[in-house]
């Protein structure tokens, strides 16, 4: 591999005979070779160490087999055909541009003759008026390698890699360098990329002490207030050693950057006697919010050619919501109302319309579940990664939007791409490969993990992980969302080894073992991840063998009445309190919630033909009264189930034995599971997170519903189920901007799908006893699929696609209001069609793993459409049923 003819031979021989994989990762040596530090370097200081993430995003999305492209950031002037990589085509020239300076010299030996229109690097000493502002980059030429590539803006193509920003500064007129090091900062901070804010912020206060915007700047990454995470603590020490070097060295600040600070003062001011907020730092958040969206407004006033001061009020207008709304619909939240119209008309403007963080923060502001929200979000998605193209998490906004419109193909894009950004910045030099912090400006003592390759940036890399996985399973790709999985475990072990927890050690005076709990600790965040991931995981193969007729997608593990596999990795419980990478009582309960919840529904609807065992002993058992009370409107449940259910939960019997009335170890899998779920749910209503409350009071209503069926008892499982559609259907209306985008399966796809496939078997027996529950059984899985499929649910969701088109024209009482606009069953087959057909080349992965499901899809949709749209029962005779 010596000369470019041994490249190209090389490659043209062996290129239809790699794995895509194989390919990937051969391109991405071949095009860095002798590129990389040697393992004890620290961070990458000279031009051979470029770290060009595009590379890597275009290189994956090369040899990814995914149709869609959405979220590419492809150079505007690159044109022509290019060689067949992996499969898919894509133009050289656009291939070859997306690398730095550097690799597109190794790249060419590829492709000789190949011409490329040169691109402008602006930034670098470069100076243009903006109204008032000179958008000082300050001196580029002197940082590092891959700095220089955060740094770096193509005006000429209206793209970045992290943004183009203003942000002049008065002591950066005289420190060029300084001003520099700055404008990176913002970019971090404005793309949510805190783990490089803190790092770059920490090196401008270490290159000079007394530039005081830079203490501001550092008090700002600790503010992560979408996140559900900040430090008033640590900001506020910041702003103040500022202001003590502001004062010793008689520096004085521009009214703008005073504004900026003082608004960061009132931020973080826990300690003030607030009138209207009792004491405390969560107890101020109403206060201290509000008047930091108060001073960002007067910024905007005082200097709108400023972009920032505009975005900034977007920002806090949405973190004053969050601690007064408590419904975020259309015209429900002023300040959220407020946000997005804002947003929608700096838009328009020039300067706002390339700033980055207006746009990500307008994204956030129009991800509700609301189609005449939601719709406005999609010109922010699509303007996101085509002004910043080597972001982690500005590649993974767009899929916010994307779930939103049920474009779940368009969304695992986004996020593969986000993935790969992220990976090609761990890997290109910028961290050391000793595994030790990054450089020599170590990160936050208390995060032990923080700093190291599989780490770094964590909050956005496998937050974008966790995203793919949930969508790829939308096309019924069980293979790359069972990888990504795998991944999540594997960091998750890394996180527990690599902050203390490699071996057991005993304290030398009393052999008590104190590093293990503090590792499992510190590693909490990525077990979360984990656990989240493989639920969904687990949570699709079962609901597909609920539902049935799907392929082998369907979890085929051992039923009810046996050990189940599952109970290897029962969940050990997660820190509800404190903070990691994201704050513990947030995300760790409902973490552990989940997997429970699937582990349950596993452990009964799993094994080859298990379902359809569990329904015909039901519909045997069914006294056909009871079920109709059971689907009667006044026969729902009213309180908490787990509080009337009288259960003891076996923490301490024997469980798998072949003793009499002993239970199996499936049986107490699945009572520990809705303890633990009910426990959950407890404490986020105690917190008063209603909107995880009432999801996770979901998921044991369904597991409970599962279990029900299992024993037999057909009315048990409609209520509950009944009870978790409705449920779900009712905590839209207390999503707020920080709540979790992504729960798990929803309740009204578990009632919906459970219903159907009920539905489906009573037709099958065709007894007069049964018949006559029939239509109050389709009618209702009509409305919970309905629900699920409306903008308010979870559009495009694909069992609700499949079971929505298999019940077909169900005659709906008059009065029904339906959620969702009339569609064939034609439109919803090739709805489901493109989700499938969108997560791999010609849907070949769907094709296997939802083979029947797939091929019913393909027939039907070419068939005579037929609406399944509400129909007034008048209007439908009985044979048409």
């Not at 690799?103 to 040169?118: D, E, F, K, S």
């Not at 984990?530 to 193969?541: D, G, T, V």
Request: charge should be negative; charged fraction near 15%; aromatic fraction near 10%.
């Amino acid at each position: 591999l010596g000369t470019p003819c041994s490249l190209q031979l090389v490659i043209s021989f062996r290129l239809a005979a790699m794995s895509p994989k194989f390919l990937h990762a051969l391109l991405l040596r071949l095009l860095t070779a002798g590129l990389q530090p040697p393992p004890t370097s620290g961070l990458a200081s000279s031009p051979e160490a470029e770290c060009d993430a595009s590379s890597l995003l275009q290189a994956r999305r090369v040899q990814h087999t995914r149709s869609s492209t959405a979220g590419a950031t492809p150079h505007s002037h690159c044109g022509g055909s290019g060689p067949n990589l992996g499969g898919l085509r894509v133009p050289v020239e656009e291939f070859v541009a997306s690398f730095g300076p550097l690799a597109q010299q190794r790249a060419l030996t590829l492709t000789p003759g190949l011409h490329l229109l040169a691109t402008s690097a602006a930034g670098h000493n470069e100076s243009s008026s903006q109204n008032g502002s000179s958008c000082d980059q300050g001196n580029v030429s002197e940082m590092l390698t891959f700095e220089q590539w955060a740094m770096r803006d193509f005006l000429a193509e209206g793209t970045s890699t992290w943004g183009h920003l203003c942000f002049d500064t008065t002591q950066g007129r005289t420190n060029p360098l300084s001003q520099s090091y700055f404008i990176l900062g913002m970019k971090a901070v404005s793309n949510f990329n805190y783990d490089f804010c803190i790092f770059d912020f920490n090196k401008l206060i270490k290159l000079q002490k007394d530039f005081v915007m830079a203490y501001w700047g550092r008090a700002m990454c600790e503010s992560q207030l979408l996140w559900n995470s900040e430090n008033p603590v640590e900001s506020g020490n910041f702003l103040k050693t500022g202001r003590a070097m502001q004062k010793k060295n008689s520096i004085t600040l521009s009214d703008r950057e005073e504004g900026y600070y003082r608004a960061a003062e009132a931020l973080n001011d826990y300690s003030r006697n607030w009138t209207q907020c009792k004491t405390g730092i969560s107890e101020t958040q109403p206060c201290r919010f509000k008047a930091f969206y108060d001073a960002n407004n007067a910024l905007y006033k005082l200097y709108p050619w400023d972009a920032n001061t505009g975005a900034y009020v977007v920002l806090s207008s949405l973190a004053v919501a969050t601690t007064v709304c408590k419904d975020f619909g259309p015209g429900k939240c002023p300040l959220a109302d407020h946000a997005r119209s804002l947003g929608d008309e700096l838009f328009k403007l020039p300067g706002y319309d390339s700033n980055p963080a207006l746009i990500h923060y307008s994204l956030h502001a129009h991800d509700y579940p609301y189609a005449e929200i939601y719709e406005q979000g999609v010109k922010f998605a699509e303007r996101y990664p085509k002004i910043v193209n080597g972001s982690v998490h500005s590649m993974h906004m767009p899929s916010h939007i994307y779930m939103r419109t049920g474009q779940f193909p368009e969304a695992a894009s986004a996020n593969e791409q986000s993935v790969t950004a992220a990976d090609g910045f761990s890997m290109s030099g910028a961290l050391k490969y000793s595994g030790g912090p990054v450089g020599s400006l170590s990160w936050n003592p208390a995060n032990l993990v923080s700093g190291y390759g599989f780490a770094y940036n964590a909050g956005n890399l496998y937050h974008s992980l966790e995203y793919e996985a949930y969508e790829v399973l939308q096309s019924c790709n069980f293979p790359e969302a069972a990888l990504e999985t795998e991944r999540m475990g594997v960091a998750s072990f890394q996180a527990l080894a690599m902050g203390g927890g490699r071996t057991i050690k005993q304290t030398d005076t009393d052999n008590k073992i104190t590093n293990l709990g503090s590792a499992w600790f510190n590693s909490t965040t990525y077990h979360g991840w984990f656990y989240r991931m493989e639920a969904r995981l687990y949570q699709e193969a079962a609901l597909s063998s609920l539902l049935g007729g799907v392929g082998k997608a369907a979890y085929e593990g051992p039923g009810v009445g046996g050990s189940s596999s599952l109970a290897s990795s029962l969940p050990l419980p997660l820190a509800w309190s404190g903070s990691t990478d994201y704050s513990n009582s947030y995300y760790a309960p409902q973490s552990e919630a989940g997997l429970w919840n699937a582990i349950g529904l596993a452990s009964v609807f799993g094994g080859p033909g298990r379902v359809g065992e569990l329904i015909e002993k039901a519909l045997r058992q069914a006294n056909w009264s009871d079920v109709q009370q059971a689907l009667s409107e006044d026969d729902q449940i009213s309180s908490d189930p787990w509080a009337a259910a009288g259960k003891a939960y076996p923490w301490e019997a024997g469980c798998g034995g072949s003793m009499p009335g002993m239970k199996s170890s499936t049986e107490c899998t699945v009572m520990m599971g809705q303890k633990r779920i009910a426990e959950v749910a407890q404490f986020y209503l105690d917190q008063n997170i209603t909107y995880e409350g009432k999801l996770t009071r979901v998921l044991w209503l369904q597991v409970a519903s599962a279990a029900a069926l299992g024993e037999g008892d057909l009315p048990a499982a409609l209520r509950l189920a009944r009870k978790a559609s409705d449920l779900e259907w009712e905590a839209v209306g207390n999503l707020l901007p920080t709540s979790t985008s992504v729960y798990f399966f929803p309740g009204t796809a578990f009632y919906g799908v459970l219903a159907t496939r009920l539905a489906k078997a009573v037709q099958q027996r065709n007894e007069p006893v049964s018949m006559s529950s029939l239509d109050m059984l389709q009618q209702q899985a009509v409305d919970a699929l309905d629900k699920c499929l409306a903008p308010a649910g979870r559009p495009k969701l694909s069992l609700c696609l499949l079971a929505r088109a298999r019940l077909g024209n169900v005659p709906m009482p008059a009065s029904y209001k339906s959620p969702l606009v009339a569609r064939s069953d034609t439109e919803l087959y090739l709805a489901l069609l493109s989700n499938y057909n969108g997560g791999s080349e010609d849907g070949r992965v769907a094709k296997e793993f939802c083979s029947e499901a797939y091929e019913e899809a393909n027939v039907a949709s070419k068939s005579t459409s037929t609406n399944v749209g509400p129909t007034p029962a008048a209007q439908v005779s009985p044979l048409s049923r």
